[in-house]
């Protein structure tokens, strides 16, 4: 899908945190790119929220599993 | 230090029934009812967001009060006030409109009138929360509400009293063991009131002398007959007594929290306190299980599971969290307090035995326990205040209802670097409380060596505040585990 707004919100397992959201920026056509600072280790659950073009609104989930600590030495 | 006086109450200014408007309030024959109904809808709330709702647990109404507000709210009131949440439980709406209907016949069979059952349940819940992820499951969370809705509907329609409060719930007995340090308690305001009573209502309930079999006030179904009634331990603050007494001799009085630890009289529906070793048993679980559960939460916990894993060739957590929960609450405290015991009786040459020095001294732990439940939960309560709003918004959006508007998802709560000094201070407060009250035993009952008999019991409260300040300052880490 190009020509899309895709925002992405990442939740914690845990209830009472805040979600972290970050807007993207289409790289190349249909391929969008983000960075998001999540501020805890552990489960991420990730919703992309896009609207199309034409005007369509889009949700998809996707889990990130395990996130680590970052090092010391970033 | 304390008073173990029980006529020490008498000084106390404050009364909590006597404070306008919500003294008054309190005072009402359907105080509790009319506090028992909001927090049923919103129950009911919870266990269908819970079910049908979002999965997501920051999402849902099931995960988020219960996970973050519920238990705040409830480890603030017991600091700040007493039992409050047992007077307002929503569980006993349910029983008591049941037993308008069907009256129980049978007595709780003697071998259970005692912790053992409900500490098994209480390690099974703490066992539980971890295994199954409770805190990340809405799914889950709804079904636990739900049993806990049944578990005392059934036991409280087959058995009389307040069984399923004093001898299985797991919620009450964590409440009984925090509300030792709470600053109010429910108790009587004037103790020759009671020496010229006759018909010791508090206790036996409010009857007619037309048909002196029907009870229309209830006593206390906790077996708590006021004037023997010392500390807060097994008390629901229900208030059936206040409503019972026919000379408005109970009140809800202010006093010196952890105080009742201190002296160890004859206690009414408990007996001495140093010959409770599964109250003692409760202290302990109650302490160490507050380590434990805030242990679940960091990232070395995951570090140690996966070792465990490869170390027993594994590739799920039952085994694995089997052995730490064995290790923590089993090893580790049978460990640390049997030392001091040992210690203990030998540097204060103390006749008594190993076993009753150990079960005396571990009430001593019920206030470091309490900081350090206190600074969990107060974390996920403070950082997560106003999440609350965007949750509620949420689902009542779902409904088609959205008359706070649409979900603020940014709102938060106190940032974590803000209250991770409050958490420092509820475990020094916590230590300070153990200490005082190790030292008050020791005090009491070694005369002749009471500092030689305190030092192990401060060490080791040492020893427990030092590894909650340890796990504060570990990154916290959410997820479920899997070692595939």
């Not at chain 2, 009450?172 to 600053?183: D, K, L, Y």
């Not at chain 2, 529906?269 to 679980?285: E, H, N, Q, Y």
């Not at chain 2, 969290?321 to 089993?330: D, K, P, R």
């Amino acid at each position: 899908m190009t020509g899309a707004e895709v925002t992405l919100e990442g939740n914690m397992s845990h209830a009472g945190m805040v979600p972290v959201t970050a807007a993207t920026t289409e790289v190349a056509p249909g391929r969008y790119r983000a960075t998001m600072e999540l501020s805890m280790a552990g489960d991420w659950n990730i919703t992309a929220h896009v609207k199309s073009a034409n005007g369509l609104n889009l949700e998809r989930q996707f889990e990130i599993k395990g996130v680590e600590p970052l090092a010391p030495d970033g | 230090m304390f008073s173990s006086d029980q006529n020490s109450k008498a000084p106390a200014t404050f009364d909590l029934l006597r404070v306008p408007v919500l003294g008054r309030f309190l005072n009402l024959r359907h105080a509790r009812t009319l506090l028992q109904i909001p927090l049923f809808i919103i129950s009911v709330a919870m266990i269908l967001h819970g079910l049908f709702g979002p999965q997501l647990a920051p999402k849902n109404l099931a995960t988020t009060y219960t996970w973050v507000h519920f238990r705040g709210a409830l480890v603030f009131v017991l600091l700040f006030a007493g039992n409050f949440f047992c007077l307002a439980c929503p569980f006993m709406l349910v029983r008591n409109l049941a037993r308008k209907f069907f009256r129980p016949v049978r007595n709780w069979p003697r071998r259970l009138r005692n912790k053992w059952l409900s500490i098994g349940l209480f390690v099974t819940m703490l066992f539980v929360y971890e295994w199954f992820d409770l805190w990340a499951s809405p799914w889950w969370t709804a079904w636990l509400i739900v049993t806990y809705f049944a578990g005392a509907l059934v036991i409280d329609s087959i058995f009389k009293h307040a069984t399923f409060c004093k001898f299985v719930c797991p919620i009450g007995q964590f409440n009984f063991v925090a509300s030792t340090v709470s600053p109010l308690e429910v108790t009587v305001r004037d103790h020759d009131v009671c020496d010229r009573c006759q018909t010791k209502d508090c206790i036996r309930g409010v009857r007619t002398p037309e048909a002196p079999l029907v009870v229309i006030q209830r006593g206390c179904e906790l077996a708590l007959f006021q004037p023997h009634k010392v500390g807060n331990l097994d008390c629901t603050f229900c208030l059936d007594c206040v409503q019972a007494c026919p000379y408005d001799n109970v009140g809800i009085l202010s006093r010196l929290p952890a105080a009742e630890l201190t002296h160890d009289p004859l206690r009414s529906g408990l007996g001495f306190l140093s010959k409770r070793k599964d109250l003692a048993a409760l202290t302990i679980v109650f302490s160490f299980g507050a380590l434990l559960n805030a242990f679940g939460m960091v990232s070395p916990v995951y570090v140690f599971e996966r070792w465990l894993a490869s170390l027993f060739r594994v590739n799920y957590e039952l085994p694995v969290l089997a052995f730490i929960f064995g290790l923590f609450l089993v090893c580790e405290p049978v460990v640390l307090i049997g030392l001091a015991a040992w210690l203990s009786r030998t540097w204060a040459r103390s006749g008594r035995s190993l076993l009753s020095m150990a079960a005396r001294y571990s009430y001593s732990l019920a206030p470091i326990g309490f900081g350090i439940w206190l600074a969990h939960y107060g974390f996920h309560f403070l950082t997560g205040l106003y999440t609350l709003l965007p949750v509620t918004q949420a689902a009542l959006a779902d409904l088609g209802w959205a008359v706070l508007g649409q979900p603020h998802w940014t709102v938060a709560g106190l940032t974590p670097n803000m209250v991770r000094l409050f958490e420092i201070g509820f475990i020094i407060l916590g230590l300070l409380g153990s200490l005082s009250v190790s030292y008050a035993i020791a005090a009491t009952e070694e005369v002749k060596h009471p500092v030689r008999a305190f030092i192990p019991w401060a060490v080791l409260a040492l020893i427990v505040a030092g590894a909650a300040l340890w796990l504060m300052f570990q990154p916290m880490e959410m997820r479920g585990v899997s070692f595939a």
